[in-house]
């Protein structure tokens, strides 16, 4: 699995779980109607290279060598709400995005503690507590909540090989 399977199934199950956008941070991109969600990667490769399986598989054009590690990475989420008028009332965007960040770090503690893909597991070790990162825009606050979560999977690397097959010397023996 690669860091990117690997995030494409966390921001797709968190996208449905809480029913508004989810982005990647530092975009030149339009910003999303409120309320909203971005996300950073911080480290999207962590590995203490004290384990590694390596293992040579036959396939339909040779042969590929491949080797297998536990890794982590870390992502950061931070959602975003501002104080607005909506056809349902006034939304104060300190609460909303208070409770958003709170249902997604549930959603990591309850359903998406080990994501199961085509690709392997997910599993997610560290989930950390929501905090405030509100920060201000010209005239209004941006209200912000956010959190860091910690999340392990088996990274594959495969590339072509070539083997030395034991059959025998086809020119004779040692003394011919």
Not at 37 to 52: E, K, N
Not at 74 to 94: A, Q
Not at 119 to 148: C, H, K, P
Request: charged content about 20%; glycine content about 8%; aromatic content about 10%.
């Amino acid at each position: 699995m690669t860091f990117v399977q690997a995030r494409d199934a966390i921001i797709s199950g968190l996208e449905t779980h809480m029913g508004c956008a989810v982005v990647l941070s530092d975009q030149i991109v339009d910003v999303p109607e409120y309320p909203y969600c971005y996300y950073s990667v911080l480290a999207p490769r962590i590995s203490s290279h004290s384990f590694g399986l390596n293992e040579v598989q036959e396939t339909a054009d040779g042969y590929s060598l491949i080797r297998s590690e536990p890794v982590s990475a870390t992502m950061s989420f931070t959602f975003c709400s501002m104080n607005r008028e909506t056809d349902t009332g006034y939304v104060y965007g300190e609460d909303e995005a208070l409770e958003l960040s709170e249902k997604a770090n549930g959603f990591f503690l309850l359903n998406a503690h080990n994501i199961s893909t085509e690709y392997g597991d997910v599993v997610i070790n560290n989930v950390g507590a929501s905090a405030s990162r509100s920060g201000f825009l010209v005239e209004d606050t941006v209200r912000r909540y956010g959190f860091d979560i910690r999340l392990s999977y088996v990274r594959t690397d495969e590339m072509d090989t070539q083997t030395i097959l034991k059959t025998g010397n086809p020119i004779g023996t040692v003394k011919s």
